[in-house]
Structure formats: C-alpha cells, structure tokens
C-alpha cells in the first residue's frame, strides 16, 4: 500500500524565509507524487506534480519540489515566503496505473510578517 | 469553463437524518473521486466512481454511505441515517480519461467541499 507521512503539522516562517515543507513517501511501484494547496474553507489547488520525468519539479506561485528516490523523499520548498502562502498544503502519491490519491495529513504554513 | 461543481456548501442535519452532496465534475471529465476531510486530518478516499459504474469503493463505510454517478447528472454521495461522527468537509474531485503512466495521469480536481454537520 502507498502512503506519505508529513512531518510537521504546522510550520511557523517570517516573511521572506525559505520555506521547507517536508515529505516521504512509501510505494512499492515508482510513484506519482502531487502538492496541493488549499486555503480556508476552499477546495485543494495543485501546486506541482511529479510524474518520472525530471526530478526537480518547479510548480506555481513559485514552489518547486525535488524528488529523492534514495531518501523516499519529496520536499516542497520556496526560496522567500510570502504572506500570501499561509495555507495548508497537502502531499500525495499515487501509482501510475491507478489515479487514486493518497494523501498525508496536511502541513498548516504561518507566514508572519 | 466551469469547474467542479458541489452542492450544497454547507449542509446541517439532525441525527439519524439522511444527507445528499451533489458534484457535478469539470466538462469532458468522466472520472469522480470523492474525500473526506475530518478535522485537523487529511484527505481520506472513500469511492471512484465513473458513469454508472462503482471503480474502487475502498474507503466507504460498509453501511449507511452510498455513492453513485448515473448517465445523467451529478454524482451523489448519499449518508443515511447521520451521526454526529459523520461531520467533515467532504470534496468532490473529477479527472478526464487519461492514459496510464502519462503525465496526466493522477492528477485530480477538486471541489471546494460540502460541510456537513450533524447535531
């Protein structure tokens, strides 16, 4: 069975920060591997997907992600965080075969100012 | 172009009282998925569905859910006889038919929910 597990529920940066969000995944089939966003009371928005081709994904608003086979991992990050990226965001997995998502528990990001 | 579309937002019922969330997927999508959001947890899978056919059912409740897609129409997630344990957000998410292990493939889109209380 697929799973990933976010460490961290909430993360605190100023704004300005490099902001580092934190992912692993374990699957047994090479894995698609998504991050989505969602803000309050909306639904989830994707941010980047990694899907084997290029193992540095580079997403919108700025966020890339590096996929790690060696360290099962996937890490969101974002060069300079802005107040405007205070959400919760979402890691998940998938197998190519199968469009079913798996997702971890959710990381809330502070930006303060 | 529109897109995916849930009804009701929000939605309060009394125990033992029955729910009905409506998703109407983005056009050209033939894929619906549908999460459940409990609070300060993930996204959980519950059913995928395509037009009239149950794919995978997984992650329903063996009794009082039910989910269905018909020809026509939205796909209706159906709770019966609620509970209070049953109050979450639960998202709607559509995909077209894409080719397995093609950069489309898995990729979903959400909903902004249904939040459903129970009293």
């Known amino acids: 069975a697929q799973s990933v597990t976010q460490l961290g529920s909430h993360v605190s940066v100023s704004e300005g920060a490099l902001v580092l969000l934190r992912c692993n995944y374990s699957?047994?089939?090479?894995?698609?591997l998504f991050w989505y966003v969602q803000y309050p009371n909306q639904g989830l928005q994707l941010l980047l997907k990694?899907?084997?081709?290029?193992?540095l994904v580079k997403g919108i608003n700025g966020f890339e992600a590096e996929f790690k086979k060696s360290e099962t991992s996937f890490h969101l990050t974002k060069p300079s965080a802005h107040m405007s990226d205070a959400a919760e965001y979402f890691c998940?997995?998938?197998?190519?075969?199968?469009?079913?998502?798996?997702f971890g528990t959710g990381t809330r990001l502070l930006v303060s100012p | 172009n529109a897109g995916v579309m849930q009804n009701p937002r929000h939605l309060v019922r009394r125990r033992g009282q029955e729910a009905r969330l409506r998703c109407s997927p983005m056009?050209?999508?033939?894929?619906v998925y549908w999460y459940r959001q409990l609070p300060e947890e993930g996204l959980k899978f519950m059913v995928y569905?395509?037009?009239?056919?149950?794919?995978?059912e997984s992650g329903m409740p063996k009794e009082r859910f039910s989910a269905e897609f018909p020809k026509e129409g939205p796909s209706i997630l159906r709770i019966q006889q609620v509970v209070r344990g049953d109050s979450a957000a639960y998202f709607c998410?559509?995909?077209?038919?894409?080719?397995?292990?093609?950069?489309?493939?898995?990729?979903?889109?959400f909903g902004e929910g249904s939040r459903l209380t129970v009293l």
């Open positions: 998410a559509s995909s077209p038919r894409v080719l397995a292990g093609t950069s489309g493939a898995g990729e979903l889109f």
């Open positions: 699957s047994s089939v090479p894995p698609y």
């Open positions: 990694y899907t084997s081709a290029a193992t």
């Open positions: 998940a997995v998938s197998d190519q075969g199968f469009q079913k998502l798996v």
């Open positions: 056009k050209g999508h033939s894929h």
């Open positions: 569905l395509q037009k009239e056919n149950i794919i995978d």
